[in-house]
């Protein structure tokens, strides 16, 4: 930072912050991106790293039929909060062209899934089936060189061994190794990539080939440095520099001198939202459970609690302020906490149901784990009928992922030693380890148990819709979501009201310019990512509907900011 004066100042180097800094260059903008920790990527990096966005051009040529009007109607049927509506509408008609503009900038950045998630609510109007998700091409971090160490790392559980990222395909693919010759052949690739990174790429610590959205953050951290943008890392934003009510720089401390950075064009806040801050959840979210956000624990509100010292106004209208998902708590071998997202890869599979403290079923366990926590919150609130367990027989611990738990018998024991997987030999014995009734959760097994052999759930409904199927066991029927809880020993894991960010933040109009008190726009201040209160308002009508908007309301800050007279 010798120079202390650029066009653009970028607080927060997730995928938002570092997009925001590459289009700025490609505007002809000298940004710098300032980052708190020694880790560039923030909790983009823990992500799928998907991105919801209608008519792109992938999702063209991929054959899907769609238009801004046909995925409006789907927002609308799926989101009863009409706040943000507007924003809603910028994101549909601009949200093609910004991912097509920072493309051909960076090189492509999504794909399409020849098996695509639908949108998380099928039979709603306007939903797309094939979906209109799109998710980050594999990446070499060995592209990155000394600075592959720069990357925050994935969540262990999440991969192979700790240490090898995996696709969704590639778990398949795991799975089925014994019973498929191209299954196995995958899975043999797989194990000599890790073998090669073990012998020849020692340095990096960790498995090289990146998926989800370490690969987003890592190209498009390659893209920053390939252009020489600066990212300073151990940097952390301390206040605003305003002039004459205008947004003219930062302040910031590195090693702990404190230093201004002036900004000409102005200031973009994309350090993550606030899910490790207690005191604006206590504020904001009222007396939602604290510590069990499956996040970047950096993620503590800076960029917001900033903003609003400034006059900055926090929008309180969503229906939700978080982005919820159950999570279970574990102790890894280093001693480490693990809070594990299960977001995909259990709940829907046949053999499996969640109960509360009565022994009962209170959800379709398939459904998206957004719904799935509003329901822990809806029916069961925080008192008599907490906590919640997932539950499952022999079999399905053999055969698919429980929680961090992969289908290992080796990892299965060390889950048992460790307290995180609960073992009964029968029914009552798991009953009485997890505090329940043991005659009300025989009752329950049984009855889902005759569902499930007759292939219907007509209790709750697990398997009725596309998107439960979609996650479900596609070699099993003639519900893949549906198997009998019958074969001893029986497990269990509990799972806490979790979230992978917070959906409120501050105010922001169609350029995500910040909004006072008043509703009028801060000059020289902008907000997206998850300090940019979600366009969504609170709902979660598909993957990607995070990272998707963080990208696009930074490509609209960054345009707006090109065209904005310098202070």
Known sequence: MSDESYDL??????????????????????????????????????????????NSRQNVASGVQDSVDRAERYLDSTISNSHEREARRVYLERGGEAVA?????TGPLFYVRAINSPDYYPEADGAEIQGRAMTPITYDGRN????????????????????????????????????SLRSAWHTGKLLLRDVKDRLFYRQYGRGTRLTGGNALVARLYKAALDRDIPVVRNTALVGLIKKDGVVCGVEVTQNGVKREILAKRGVVLATGGFPWSKDLREQF?????????????????????????????????NSEGAFWTPVSVGTRADGSTARFPHLMAD?????????????????????????????MHRELGNGDQQ????????????????????????????????????EGRTVEELAHKIGVDPSRLKQTITAFNQDARKGVDAEFGKGSSAYNRYLGDATHGPNPCLGPIEKAPFYAIRVYAGDIGTAMGLAADEHSRVLDENGVAIPGLY?????????????????????????????????????????
Not at 348 to 373: C, M, S, T
Request: aromatic share 8%.
């Open 144 to 179: 990155l060189k000394e600075r592959f160490r720069d990357l925050r790392s994935p969540l262990p559980e999440l991969c192979l061994f700790g240490r090898q990222m995996l696709e969704l395909m590639d778990v398949y693919h795991l799975l089925n190794a014994r019973r």
């Open 101 to 105: 503009y920072l493309e051909e900038k």
């Open 9 to 54: 100042v970028i607080a927060g180097s997730g995928s938002a912050g570092l997009a925001a800094a590459i289009i700025a260059h490609s505007l002809g903008m000298r940004a710098i991106v300032v980052e708190k920790t020694d880790l560039v990527g923030g909790t983009s990096c823990y992500s799928g790293g998907v991105i919801w966005v209608p």
């Open 387 to 422: 906590p919640v367990h997932l539950l499952c027989d022999a079999p399905y611990l053999k055969k698919y992922a429980f929680g961090a738990i992969p289908p290992l018998a080796s990892e299965r024991r060390r889950a048992l030693r460790s307290g995180y997987l609960i």
């Open 527 to 567: 907000a997206c990512g998850n300090d940019r209160n979600s366009i969504m308002a609170g709902s979660y009508p598909s993957g990607g509907i995070t990272i998707g908007p963080a990208l696009v309301f930074a490509y609209l800050a960054v345009q707006h900011a090109s065209r904005a007279q310098e202070n």
């Open 347 to 375: 709940r829907a599979k046949p053999r499996l149901i969640a109960v509360n403290r009565l022994g009962q079923r209170f959800f379709n366990e398939a459904e998206n784990y957004h719904d799935f926590v509003r329901a």
């Open 285 to 317: 979210m009222g007396d939602t459970e604290f510590g069990y956000s499956a996040t970047s624990p950096d993620s503590t509100g800076d960029g917001i609690a900033i903003a609003m010292q400034n006059g900055g106004q926090f929008d309180r209208k």
